[in-house]
C-alpha cells in the first residue's frame, strides 16, 4: 500500500511553496518558487540538457544525469534539486559541461543514431536534439544492443529494447500518471530494460494500451505502430536494406563524426513537415475532453500526441490514443442513401435533400408542426447541435428536440437544477484531484471516464487523498478503494440521505456555509426522519459498521467531491438519486470551494453540450426556458421568427407519441436510438410508425435500418467546431481531413435543409454560429473562436469580457436570492424486483476498450482484436451453483426480452448480480430493459432489469481475448522509477564522481 506514503515521485511532488526566493543562476538574479525544480527555474532562463525530465506532472526521474549543474559548487541533477533561497547555480562550467557530456554519452551506448531511417525524426526525437545541442561528434561508450526481441505483441505499439536509453520515463508516466502501474525497469538484470507486469510480453499484460509511455519516451523505443515505416521517407525499407544503411552511418562516424550524419538526418526530418499534418483536435469518445494533435499523412492517421491538454496534458485512453481507424474504415457512409422496397439506393445530394424537404414540409403543413420532431447529436459539434435545434424552433417550428442525454444524464441535470441551480460539474477535474476525499457513487470512472480517473488514482496513490466507491461492481477503482460497499441497487438515495442526517445530528454539518448560502434546512431535515444509518444499512442491503465507518471518513474528510454516473441516474428515482448527492455536498459545505464538489459524470464527448446548446424540448441554448416569455421574445428577435410557446416532447415521449400515431416524421442525426433507448422492440415498433424518417450519420446504424433517407455526415477529425466537456470546458477542434467521398459536415447539411424550407440562413463557418449562440446566451457570452485559438479553453459561465469560471458557485447560487435549496427526500421500492422466476440482477455499462454499443470502436482493427465480442460477467458463487465455466453459452431472459451470450466467470460481480457490457455486434442490451422509466426525466432505468438464465449445451470458448489486459495481467506497483535501484549497480558512477570520460564535442 503506497497511499500517502512519500516515495520517489510524490516527496517531490508536493513541496513547492508559494514563496518566492532568489538564486543566482550562472551570475543573474533569478526569482524562483521554493521547492519547485530546479531544472524547470534554469529552463525559464536558457537550455540545458534534461533528457530524462519531463514536466512537473511526471516529476524528477533522475535517471539520466544530462542536467547536472554545479549547485554551490558541487555537481548535482538539476531535475533532483529543489530551490532553496540564495542558491548559486553555475550551468556553464567546465565541470558541469563534462559531467553532462559524458551522461549523455552513456546514453548512446544504449541507443543507436540512425536518425535518417528513424520514424521518429520529426524534430522533437530528445535524443538526436540533445546530440545536437552537445555538438557531439563521436561516442566513447560503444553502442551495445541489447539481448532481447523487439516486442510486437501489443496491437498497436512497440517496444525496441536496444533502442531504449532506460530514462525511465514510460515507467513514471505508467506509475504515477495513468497509475496502471504495468511497467518497471529491471535494474538488477544484466542488461536493464523495461519490463511489463515484471517480464511478461506487452500483449496479454495488463497493459491498457492509454499510449502514455509512448507519448512521454523520448525517441523511438516506444512507438506507434501506424508510425513504423510511415513516418520517414527511407523507413519503409526492407529490414535487410535498413540494416545496410546503419552499417554505413556506422563506418562513417569514426572519420566524419556526427556532425554531417546529423545533417543528413536533419534535412530529411525539414522534408517531413511538407508531409506530415498536425492539427489540433478533440477526442470524440467521452465527455472528459482530452485534446491533442492527430498526425496525419495524407488520410493515414500516424498518431495522437496529447501534451497541452488543459483537461489531460500527457494522458489519454486507448480510445482517444488508438481508436481512430474507423474514421477511413470501408463502413463509412459517403453518399445519401433512399430507402427503396426493404433497402436503399444511392442518391444524389440534390435528390435527397429534395425528398426530405418535400417530405417533412408536407407533413407540417397536413399534421402541424408538433408531428415533427428532431434528435440532436451528443457526438456533433455544439455547432451542428445548435443549429439542429434553430432548425426544430425556427424552420419545423416545435419544441419537439432532444438528445441522448435522456438516457444518461437529465436525472444529473435535474438533480442540480433542484439543489444548486446549474446542470453542471461544480468544478474542474483539477479540484477532484485537489480533494480530500474522493465518493465514487455508480460510477465505473476507469472504464468510462478513464483519463478523469487517473487523477483520482495518482492522488489516491500519492497525496493521500480518500477513496471510496459505493458500486455493485468491483470495478478498478472499487478494488482501489479504502472503502468499497454495495448498496442493493436502486437504493442509493438511502444511505446517501442517511449520510447527510447523520451529518446534521452529530454536528458535522456545515452550519454557517448553510445559514449563508442554502434555503430549506427545515423541511429538508424533517424529510430526513425515516433515513437513519440503521434504516439505511436495512434497506440498502449495506452492514452498518460499513455506513458508520463511510459517515466517519465523511466527517473527517477536508473537502469531498462527489462523482456519479449512469449507477444513479438510470433507475426509477434516478432524479431523486441525484438530489440526495447534491444536498449532501451542500450539507457538508462542498460547493463554493476550488476542491470538492459535484461531479456528474457527462457520457460522450459532447452531451454537455447538447443539452447547453439547447438539445432539450423545455430549453433554449443556456437553459433558457421556452416557457419564459421573455426569453423567448428574445429568441424571435434573434432569430426573426415566431416560436412556438409550450414544451416539446423528449424523445422517450416522441417514441410513444409515434405509436399513438402523433408524431409523423422525424429528423434525427448521429444517435443510434435503437441500440441506445432502453426497450428496442418499443422504438423499432414506433419508427416503423412514422410517416418519414430521416436519419443524419456516419455508419449504417441499427437505427438506419428503419430511415426513409439516410444522410451521410462527418466525424470530427473531418469538420471544424467546438465541444464541451464534463467539466464545462469549451474546446475548439479543427479539421484534420477532408470529407470522405460525398459526406458534409453536420451543420453544412442542416443549413441546406432549412434552406430549402425557407429560412435564409448563410453561414460559412462554424465560428458564425457560434457567434449567434454566444449572443443569445448568457452561459457562453465571451466564447469566441479567437478566444478558444489552438489549445486555449474557456469553462462556462463564460461573461462578455471572456472570463470564465472553472469553479461554478463563487459568489452566489442562481436563484433569485442567491442561495441553493435542499431538496426534500422520501424513497420508494425500484420498479422491478427480483422473484423466482427472474432471480438475477442485470446491471449493463460500458468497458474501456469499446465506447457504448462499438458503432466506432468495433471498427478499430485493434480494439477489436484485444476485446471481440461481448460476454455476459457472473460472479463465481453463481457459476459453482450452476456448474458452468467461462465460455458457456446461455439464454439471458427478463420480462421484456432475451439474448444468448457466453459467460465469463469472474470476481468483479457478486451473488446474484450479473453484468452486461454495452457493445454489441451481437444485439444491445436494450432488448432486456424494460420502458420504465425515471419519474422526473423519462430518462430509461436502465439498471433495474430482473433476469434469468438458462445453461444452453455448447460450450465455447473463453470470450476474453488473451490480449486482453483482464485476461492474466498483473499489475507491478511501484512509487515510481525506483532510480536508487540504478544507482546502485557496480558499473554505474555518478558523472563527475570519477575521472570524467572526455567525449568529443566540435568547437
Ligand atoms: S498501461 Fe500500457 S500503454 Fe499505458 S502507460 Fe502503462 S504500459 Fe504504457
Ligand atoms: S522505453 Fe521508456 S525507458 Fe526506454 S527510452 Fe522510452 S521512455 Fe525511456
Ligand atoms: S478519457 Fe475520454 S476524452 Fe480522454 S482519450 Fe479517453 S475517451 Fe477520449
Ligand atoms: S534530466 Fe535530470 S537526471 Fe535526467
Request: one cysteine or more; glycine letters at 8%.
Amino acid at each position: 500500500m503506497m497511499n500517502g506514503k512519500p516515495g520517489n515521485g510524490s516527496d517531490a511532488f508536493k513541496s513547492i511553496t508559494a514563496n518566492e526566493v532568489e538564486v543566482l543562476i550562472d551570475g543573474k538574479k533569478v526569482v524562483a518558487a521554493e521547492g519547485e525544480l530546479l531544472v524547470e527555474a534554469i529552463l525559464r532562463e536558457k537550455e540545458i540538457p534534461h533528457i530524462c525530465y519531463h514536466s512537473p506532472l511526471m516529476g524528477p526521474i533522475q535517471t539520466c544525469d544530462t542536467c547536472m549543474v554545479e549547485v554551490d559548487g558541487k555537481l548535482v541533477r538539476s531535475c533532483g534539486t529543489k530551490v532553496s533561497a540564495e542558491m548559486v547555480v553555475v550551468t556553464e562550467s567546465k565541470r558541469a559541461k563534462d559531467a553532462r557530456s559524458e551522461a549523455f554519452d552513456v546514453i548512446l551506448g544504449n541507443h543507436m543514431l540512425y536518425c535518417t531511417v528513424c520514424d521518429n525524426n520529426n524534430e522533437n526525437c530528445r535524443v538526436h536534439n540533445t546530440a545536437l545541442d552537445l555538438n557531439v561528434q563521436h561516442q566513447v561508450h560503444p553502442f551495445k544492443p541489447k539481448p532481447y526481441e523487439v516486442d510486437m505483441s501489443n496491437p498497436f505499439y512497440r517496444y525496441d529494447p536496444s533502442q531504449c536509453i532506460l530514462c525511465g520515463q514510460c515507467v513514471q508516466a505508467c506509475q504515477t500518471v495513468q497509475v496502471n502501474e504495468t511497467l518497471s525497469i529491471g535494474w538488477e538484470l544484466e542488461h536493464p530494460r523495461v519490463l511489463w507486469d515484471g517480464g511478461m510480453q506487452i500483449g496479454g499484460s495488463s497493459c491498457v494500451s492509454c499510449g502514455h509511455c509512448i507519448t512521454v519516451c523520448p525517441c523511438n523505443a516506444l512507438m506507434e505502430k501506424s508510425m513504423l515505416g510511415e513516418a520517414g521517407f527511407m523507413s519503409s525499407m526492407p529490414i535487410t536494406a535498413l540494416n545496410k544503411m546503419i552499417d554505413v552511418v556506422k563506418a562513417i562516424e569514426p572519420e566524419m563524426g556526427y556532425g554531417a550524419i546529423m545533417q543528413v538526418s536533419q534535412t530529411e526530418a525539414k522534408m517531413r513537415e511538407e508531409r506530415i499534418k498536425q492539427t489540433k483536435t478533440v477526442c470524440t469518445y467521452c465527455g472528459v475532453g482530452c485534446s491533442y494533435d492527430v498526425w496525419t499523412k495524407e488520410r493515414k492517421i500516424l498518431k495522437i500526441e496529447p501534451l497541452h491538454g488543459d483537461t489531460n496534458q500527457i494522458s489519454t485512453c486507448v480510445k482517444g490514443k488508438f481508436g481512430w481507424d474507423y474514421v477511413n474504415h470501408k463502413d463509412r457512409l459517403q453518399t445519401p442513401l433512399i430507402r427503396q422496397g426493404d433497402g436503399f439506393r444511392e442518391a444524389s445530394w440534390e435528390e435527397a435533400l429534395t425528398l426530405v424537404t418535400s417530405r417533412l414540409g408536407a407533413i407540417k403543413q397536413q399534421y402541424g408542426p408538433d408531428s415533427l420532431a428532431v434528435i440532436v447529436s451528443s457526438k456533433c459539434t455544439n455547432e451542428d447541435g445548435y443549429l439542429m435545434q434553430k432548425f426544430g424552433r425556427a424552420v419545423l417550428g416545435t419544441n419537439n428536440i432532444d438528445n441522448c442525454s435522456r438516457y444518461c444524464q437529465s436525472p444529473a441535470t435535474m438533480g442540480l437544477f433542484r439543489t444548486v441551480g446549474y446542470g453542471g460539474d461544480s468544478g474542474s477535474i483539477e479540484n477532484i484531484a485537489k480533494s480530500g476525499l474522493v465518493l465514487i457513487v455508480g460510477s465505473q470512472t476507469a472504464e468510462s471516464h478513464p483519463v478523469l480517473a487517473t487523477r483520482v488514482k495518482r492522488a489516491h496513490k500519492l497525496f493521500g487523498q480518500r477513496l471510496i466507491v459505493a458500486d455493485p461492481r468491483k470495478h478498478e477503482m472499487a478494488r482501489r478503494a479504502d472503502i468499497h460497499f454495495r448498496p442493493r441497487p436502486g437504493t442509493d438515495l438511502v444511505w446517501i440521505s442517511a449520510m447527510s442526517r447523520y451529518m446534521l445530528d452529530n454536528g458535522y454539518a456545515k452550519q454557517e456555509f448553510l445559514d449563508k448560502w442554502v434555503n430549506g434546512l427545515d423541511e429538508y431535515r424533517k424529510s430526513l426522519e425515516p433515513f437513519t444509518l440503521e434504516y439505511a444499512a436495512k434497506t440498502c442491503d449495506v452492514p452498518l459498521e460499513t455506513l458508520e465507518r463511510v459517515a466517519q471518513e465523511l466527517a473527517a474528510a477536508r473537502s469531498i467531491a462527489i462523482l456519479w454516473a449512469m449507477g444513479i441516474t438510470q433507475h426509477t428515482r434516478a432524479s431523486d438519486g441525484s438530489t440526495a448527492i447534491s444536498n449532501l455536498l451542500l450539507i457538508t459545505g462542498n460547493y463554493m470551494r476550488d476542491e470538492g464538489g459535484a461531479y456528474p459524470l457527462r457520457g460522450h464527448n459532447n452531451v454537455q453540450g447538447a443539452g447547453d446548446l439547447g438539445g432539450a424540448p423545455d430549453y433554449y441554448p443556456g437553459y433558457q426556458r421556452v416557457t419564459d416569455p421573455g426569453i423567448r421574445k428574445k429568441f424571435e428577435d434573434g432569430w426573426g421568427v415566431a416560436l412556438p410557446p409550450a414544451r416539446g416532447m423528449d424523445n422517450h415521449e416522441m417514441v410513444d407519441a409515434a405509436h399513438e400515431g402523433k408524431l409523423r416524421a422525424m429528423y434525427l442525426a448521429g444517435e443510434d436510438m435503437i441500440q441506445a433507448d432502453s426497450n428496442a422492440n418499443h422504438v423499432g415498433g414506433a419508427f416503423e410508425k412514422l410517416d418519414f424518417f430521416v436519419v443524419q450519420d456516419i455508419f449504417f446504424s441499427e437505427t438506419c435500418r428503419y430511415a426513409d433517407v439516410i444522410l451521410p455526415g462527418c466525424p470530427a477529425l473531418e469538420k471544424d467546431g467546438t465541444f464541451s466537456s464534463t467539466e464545462r470546458r469549451i474546446q475548439r477542434l479543427y479539421k484534420a481531413l477532408p470529407e470522405l467521398g460525398d459526406s458534409r459536415a453536420d451543420w453544412r447539411i442542416t443549413q441546406d435543409i432549412a434552406n430549402r424550407m425557407g429560412a435564409k440562413w448563410n453561414y460559412q463557418h462554424p465560428s458564425e454560429i457560434m457567434a449567434e449562440m454566444a449572443s443569445l446566451t448568457p452561459l457562453y457570452a465571451g466564447v469566441s473562436y479567437e478566444r478558444l485559438e489552438g489549445y486555449k479553453t474557456l469553462q462556462w459561465p463564460v461573461a462578455e469580457d471572456g472570463t470564465d469560471q472553472p469553479v461554478l458557485y463563487l459568489d452566489r447560487f442562481p436563484f433569485p436570492d442567491g442561495k441553493a435549496r435542499l431538496y426534500p427526500m422520501s424513497f420508494h421500492e425500484p420498479e422491478e424486483a427480483l422473484d423466482s422466476d427472474f432471480d438475477l440482477f442485470l446491471n449493463n455499462g460500458r468497458i474501456l476498450e469499446h465506447f457504448h454499443e462499438g458503432n466506432m470502436t468495433y471498427r478499430v482493427a485493434g480494439i477489436k482484436e484485444e476485446t471481440p465480442e461481448r460476454y455476459l460477467e457472473i460472479s463465481e458463487d453463481l457459476a459453482t451453483e450452476r456448474g458452468i465455466e467461462s465460455g458457456r453459452w446461455v439464454r439471458v431472459t427478463s420480462r421484456h426480452g432475451s439474448l444468448v451470450i457466453k459467460v465469463l466467470v469472474t470476481s468483479h460481480v457478486f451473488g446474484k448480480q450479473v453484468y452486461l457490457p454495452l457493445l454489441s455486434q451481437e444485439g444491445p442490451v436494450n432488448i432486456l430493459t424494460g420502458s420504465h422509466a425515471d419519474e422526473a426525466t423519462n430518462t430509461p432505468a436502465f439498471k433495474e432489469t430482473a433476469v434469468r438464465i438458462k445453461i444452453l449445451p455448447e460450450q465455447g470458448t473463453n470470450p476474453l481475448h488473451p490480449l486482453n489486459p483482464r485476461f492474466s495481467g498483473k499489475p507491478t506497483p511501484q512509487t515510481g522509477v525506483e532510480v536508487e535501484r540504478k544507482w546502485k549497480r557496480s558499473d554505474y558512477h555518478m558523472p563527475g564522481t570519477e575521472s570524467l570520460v572526455q567525449i568529443h564535442t566540435s568547437k
